[in-house]
């Protein structure tokens, strides 16, 4: 006796975003998203399962990331090494805290590739296009200038090691005069063990690992450097935090 074939149904979680189909601006981010996390595999990238443009609606389906968005757990670094590594760089344009999504397993996927932008050809440092981004994580020539280097998006990492460091969002009107910008309010604080003391996320109590937070502070300030050229690139940044979680995980 053949037992029947019973079809068994497997339910997906999935995340979908919606963009204006109205706007300019909405099409190209969904445009953006489709050509880039289309074509690119990575562990630390978000799957792009799908997308969508049917009756005036623009929609873009996604893995489902079940801890939500990069707050008090790092790092998207592998992800945002691999854009940078590929033949022809990707600028990703926005790295920022809520655009690195956690699975299940605290795994750190970069999400978000409205704003992507392709990389410089080998024989130019830059490429010129319009400002776009969030406030505060924009590296300061390409706000300055419209030029976008590849080392433009290792400044926004290293607001996002500072808004980490100390809790803090990188732009806040209600603190105190001199300190509305996390980024030239923390600056001079990442140097110095002492000096670090007095910025770290005060939720802390002070119960941190010192030598480990000022390797991280340090590491911040060189990805904050005003010069590109002087800033470190995301695989020697990966390669550094990973010497820091070694040495961390051995004492």
């Given at each position: ?26 099409f190209e981010e969904w445009q953006s998203e489709v050509n880039f996390l289309g ?52 600028i990703y344009r926005d790295f920022k805290a809520s655009n690195i999504l956690l ?149």
């Open positions: 006796m053949t037992k029947p074939r019973r079809k068994v149904e497997v339910l997906t979680v999935i995340a979908v975003k919606k963009l204006n189909a109205e706007s300019f601006q909405g074509r690119l595999s990575h562990p630390n990238l978000v799957k792009l399962l799908g997308y969508c443009w049917e009756f005036k609606e623009l929609l873009l389906i996604y893995e489902f990331m079940q801890k939500g968005s990069l707050e008090n757990h790092l790092f998207g670094t592998r992800g945002l090494a691999f854009l940078h590594a590929s033949d022809r760089k990707v699975d299940g397993s605290y795994n750190a996927k970069i999400s978000d590739f409205g704003l992507a932008k392709m990389g410089p050809t080998p024989s130019k440092s830059h490429v010129t296009t319009r400002v776009m981004g969030t406030n505060g994580y924009a590296a300061p020539e390409y706000v300055a200038t419209g030029h976008l280097y590849v080392k433009s998006d290792v400044y926004g990492f290293g607001v996002v090691l500072a808004e980490m460091l100390t809790g803090l969002r990188v732009v806040d009107e209600n603190r105190p005069n001199g300190q509305h910008n996390l980024v030239e309010w923390v600056k001079p604080h990442l140097f110095d063990r002492r000096k670090l003391k007095n910025i770290m996320d005060s939720r802390l109590e002070g119960k941190y690992p010192s030598r480990s937070a000022l390797q991280i502070a340090q590491l911040a300030l060189t990805c904050l450097e005003n010069e590109p050229k002087n800033r470190p690139s995301m695989q020697e940044i990966v390669e550094i935090l990973e010497r820091i979680d070694s040495a961390s995980r051995e004492t």
